[in-house]
Structures are given as C-alpha cells and as structure tokens.
C-alpha cells in the first residue's frame, strides 16, 4: 500500500501562487509514476500533471502549460506542483495520484493510489 498527504491548498487572488506538496509513505518504492489531478464542484476529475519517478518525464494539461511545475524529491518522497499566475478557473481541490506502472498517464482510472485532496480557491 502506499499512502498519499497532500498539502499547501488555499486562498490566493489571481495571479498569485502556490506550491502543492504531496508526500508519499508505505511501498513507495514501487511506485513509477506521480499525476497530479483537480476537481471543481460539479466537473469530472480533470488531468493537470503527471511526472516520472527520475523527474525527467512530464506531461502538463494545455490550461495549465506554462503557469504549473511539477518536480520531485525522492530523497523526501515528495512530489510538488509550483503554480503560478493562478487563475479563479483553477479553483478545484487538487489530488495527487501514484501509478505503479511506469507509463505517464494523463486518465484518473490508470492511478493505483490517491490522496484525500487539497483545496485551492483563486479569487478574482
């Protein structure tokens, strides 16, 4: 089993940042592939990010392209997503995801793990 906590959800106006971190716990070392996904009242699970165990493989939804980071730390088992220049459409709660496979996968269904999801209200 591996466990998911993710954190740093909040309030922000638009334009400004944050930095959500995810910290994985339990088998983690059989896990390859981290995703990051949102979801706002009334919408399906949407894809935002998903990021290789080395950090290297990344794929980001086209909204999110050039405001949102995602990158690793293993040494912490802790995967991070940076946005920045946020927007009040990317109001959501925020999951992080890990796949034991080794392919990135932008579909929620092919995530193994999920964590219980973090808050982020961007005020116009």
């Known amino acids: 089993q591996v466990q998911l906590v993710e954190s740093g959800g909040g309030l922000v106006q638009a334009g400004g940042s944050l930095r959500l971190s995810c910290a994985a716990s339990g088998r983690t070392f059989s896990v390859s592939v981290m995703g990051w996904f949102r979801q706002a009242p009334g919408k399906e699970r949407e894809f935002v990010a998903t990021i290789s165990r080395n950090g290297i493989g990344k794929t980001y939804a086209n909204p999110v392209k050039g405001r949102f980071t995602t990158s690793t730390d293993n040494a912490k088992n802790t995967v991070y997503l940076q946005m920045n220049n946020l927007k009040p459409e990317d109001s959501a709660i925020y999951y992080c995801?890990?796949?034991?496979?080794?392919?990135?996968?932008?579909?929620?269904?092919?995530?193994?793990?999920w964590g219980q999801g973090t808050q982020v209200t961007v005020s116009s």
């Open positions: 995801a890990a796949r034991l496979s080794a392919q990135l996968a932008s579909t929620p269904q092919l995530y193994d793990y």
